[in-house]
């Protein structure tokens, strides 16, 4: 055998090896030396992590109906928390104005500035706030009606705000308050043009579609469909393109869409309505710009709920807890963790619907319209006490619902 024979012999094994290498899943995870003890290593965390999970939890309300909503008691003291010391000054209310719209409550009324960002939006606010007016003591509000918080943690002083945000992450100290799509102005789409809107008559349809869908019946699929707000998607809507028996994933068209490349190179998909939604067993959820609106249509489908990154949040996230009413994934998780975890919950079905029953109940019991009233009353009752200053009429705002002009 000449040398020449055996060079070549040598490159054709080197190259396979490389081959091999690069096709090959990295095997590393604790220690793991092959694919099948990752994974055996993987299957393992999620079961413990599903028994400890359930086994520690406490229901936040002793009272299944929860009428005082003490399930966000936690979440309000949180979020006021950094005032507590301070109160709030005329001057700090003043300063916080160019973050939102200035509202103000006065004599059991409602008063806001002339031009609102988002009217629909705006709307959406005001629908609770007029109602709990009889309710309410006198305050000045700033309500941010963006997507994006306003006050960040690392900003020097704390006499920096208040200001009103439905969603912010750990770095921001906005305080939440539940977002004006629990009665207009969500997000237009095809299906709905003038935004979701009116949580009550949606949560309605679909607690009336799940028991028509019952959990066998349901497409063992991973199931998505969603505009590209953020690139965290796209691992999975490529998943779905090379293994669409695993997961049915698309991106549709929003507003900013110009062309294919917008949905990763692939014509935008027609919108699904959240009712159809409820026939697959596994609902994947992202955040957008900011929260998802999304969640908790999803919870009430009675799927399995898999909420991938959990850095922001909505006034009642924190009472939503990982492995016992969703499955939580971190931030733009891998093609391959997505497999992994589909193919556990396939193998492990009766945890998969006990997850996904929890997570529906909670929403259905502490959710509900009686719960974004109350949340709104006790946060404004418990923040206006915070007023250092007499609140006072100012004639530049124009009153709400009333149908006149304040003259005060």
Not at 156 to 169: L, M, W
Request: net charge positive; glycine share 6%.
């Amino acid at each position: 055998m000449n040398n020449n024979f055996v060079l070549l012999l040598l490159t054709i094994l080197i190259i396979n090896s490389s081959l091999a290498k690069e096709s090959t899943p990295q095997c590393n995870e604790d220690g793991a030396t092959t694919c099948l003890e990752l994974n055996t290593n993987l299957n393992d965390k999620i079961t413990r992590s599903i028994k400890i999970a359930v086994d520690s939890y406490e229901a936040c309300s002793k009272d299944a109906n929860d009428v005082n909503c003490t399930c966000y008691a936690a979440g309000i003291k949180r979020d006021l928390a950094p005032y507590k010391s301070i109160g709030f000054s005329r001057q700090m209310l003043e300063d916080a104005a160019k973050y939102g719209t200035r509202y103000k409550i006065y004599g059991q009324k409602l008063f806001r500035e002339e031009n609102c960002f988002f009217p629909a939006r705006c709307q959406g606010i005001e629908h609770f706030l007029l109602e709990l007016l009889p309710q309410l003591p006198n305050m000045d509000l700033v309500i941010n009606t963006r997507d994006y918080p306003q006050l960040h943690s690392s900003w020097s002083s704390s006499r920096i705000g208040p200001v009103f945000s439905f969603s912010k992450t750990s770095e921001y100290r906005d305080i939440m308050y539940p977002a004006w799509t629990f009665w207009a102005g969500g997000p237009a789409t095809k299906l709905h043009p003038t935004g979701i809107g009116r949580w009550d008559l949606m949560s309605g349809k679909l607690k009336e579609v799940t028991t028509k869908i019952p959990w066998q019946e349901k497409e063992q699929l991973g199931f998505f469909r969603g505009s590209r707000t953020s690139d965290e998607r796209d691992s999975l809507i490529l998943l779905s393109r090379q293994q669409p028996q695993l997961v049915e994933a698309q991106y549709t068209k929003n507003q900013a869409w110009k062309s294919p490349k917008d949905t990763l190179d692939a014509p935008p998909a027609e919108e699904v309505s959240f009712e159809n939604h409820c026939k697959y067993k596994y609902l994947f959820n992202f955040r957008g710009v900011a929260a998802s609106f999304r969640l908790k249509h999803l919870f009430l489908c009675n799927s399995l709920v898999i909420h991938v990154g959990e850095e922001w949040q909505e006034f009642f996230y924190h009472q939503l807890k990982p492995w016992v009413h969703y499955v939580p994934l971190h931030s733009y998780p891998s093609q391959a963790e997505y497999v992994q975890l589909l193919d556990y919950f396939k193998n492990h079905d009766v945890l998969a619907q006990q997850i996904a029953q929890r997570g529906h109940d909670f929403i259905g019991q502490h959710l509900r319209f009686q719960d974004i009233k109350c949340y709104w009353r006790k946060l404004l009752k418990r923040y206006a006490k915070l007023f250092k200053y007499e609140i006072k009429p100012d004639p530049s705002l124009k009153r709400i619902g009333g149908g006149i002009r304040n003259e005060l």
